[in-house]
């Protein structure tokens, strides 16, 4: 969860842009797509993403375009003058923060990739269903996750009061955003499994 990789960016851009509030959401939304990627693992399909070059590439290519589409809205958004938020990028319900986090983190095949070949080289099959100690290990390391995520989502929230108190602010922290996500897809695109 330290580490730095799309997750964490993800989550300090957006904070950044949108405050710590729906940063927050995100963080749970990546956290519910560790969800999925623990029950693939358990259930044993993760091992199908991972035999399969043409899934991997489909998961791959559909990541890169939703992160591309995010760097469009973060390029294409104006600046407001005195507001936290601006109107070409309104506030994230709840959910809506929760969806892109989802969204981000199921789309990612190297994290599908990590935890096929991280948790079960924890498991014990002499200890019991290893299925359901894939289950406690994605457990734990959504918990881990959680506690990290939710503490860069408050840095990149003071970010956003700082960057969004001036227009140009604004801009810089809408472009460094765009640019952070474009960089994004482009390592997902040339990333081999």
């Known amino acids: 969860s330290l580490s730095p990789g799309p997750d964490n960016l993800f989550v300090i851009t957006l904070s950044a842009l949108r405050g710590a509030r729906a ?20 259930l044993g399909v993760g091992a199908l993403l991972a035999a399969s070059p043409v899934a991997f590439t489909t998961l791959k290519v559909i990541g890169a375009l ?17 507001k936290t938020q601006h109107p070409a990028m309104p506030d994230f319900t709840p959910l809506q923060a929760w969806r892109r986090g989802v969204l981000m983190n199921v789309t ?9 070949a991280f948790l079960p080289q924890f498991c014990d099959p002499t200890r019991g269903s290893v299925a359901v100690q894939v289950l406690i290990l994605g457990v734990l390391f959504m918990l881990a996750t959680i506690v990290v995520f939710w503490i860069v989502a408050a840095l990149g929230g003071r970010l956003a009061v700082w960057f969004n108190s001036s227009q140009r602010g604004q801009i810089m922290m809408q472009r460094v955003a765009g640019s952070i996500f474009v960089a994004m897809a482009a390592a997902l695109l040339l990333s081999s499994r």
Request: proline share 4%.
């Open 108 to 116: 990612n095949p190297k994290v599908s990739l990590f935890f096929l």
């Open 23 to 42: 940063g927050l959401w995100v963080v749970l939304g990546l956290c519910s797509g560790l969800v999925v990627h623990t029950l693939t693992v358990a």
């Open 66 to 82: 939703y992160l591309l589409y995010l760097a469009w809205g973060a390029w294409r958004a104006s600046p407001a003058t005195g």
